[in-house]
């Protein structure tokens, strides 16, 4: 049974625009071995102190790896956004990490049920899910968890007020196997769910889904490639010749 006097999640100690830019900074190291804290904070920008205060929060909402100064794979995943400015990216691993994080999982719920609450209400679930008081230094740092909760389009806070309008992503009901193609044009040994399992949905909104559909031989290096691709295959104007190669 849980222990009720334990925060179910630690307090940031900065606001959201910081932790996104630390975040970046961790990401930035992802090939070093053993990264400092000095290290991040010099990428970063901000002060050594900063990247400390907010390395426990970091932890507790799955951001950071427990023993390591390494972002989780999820996280990767959102930072890799971040430096695209792709947001469905950004959303999609904010929505898992809220979904996979007890306190932050609870506050959605909570909204989802109340559909609507007063942000100083709101404020006060926050504060029990992290266990502060009147004199806890990281009370003025409450907004980076309701932006957080903004950036991953599943809230929207405005006229002192905050709303629920998003679906989790492992809400969203799984797209039908394919139906088998005249011709027998499956590849050999490619059945219906390999084909499923390579198809991606992306969410674009309340009731708005996208699936791609990637290649056998995907890899993380095609991204770039991809996002250029849809970008000229989907765009209203017409692309120059030899725009893309």
Known sequence: MPDPTKPRLIAPGGSWESLKKIIRAYHAVADVENPTVEQVAQLAGLQRPVISGNNNFLRSAGILQENANKLTPVATRMATGLGLNNQTLVQSALQEIIRSQEGLS???????ARSTMSLEAFRGEIVMVTGLDENSRNLQFLKAIVDLLQDSMLVRAENDEITFIGTHVAYLPEPPAPKAPAGNEYKRGESPRMLTERTIPIPLGVGRLVH????????????????????LS??????????FK
Request: hydrophobic share 40%.
């Open 106 to 112: 609870h506050l959605v719920n909570l909204l989802k």
């Open 212 to 231: 791609i559909e990637l290649p056998e031989d995907w890899s993380s290096r095609d991204l770039p490639k991809l996002l250029k691709m849809l970008e």
């Open 234 to 243: 989907l765009s209203d104007t017409e692309v120059p010749a030899g725009e």
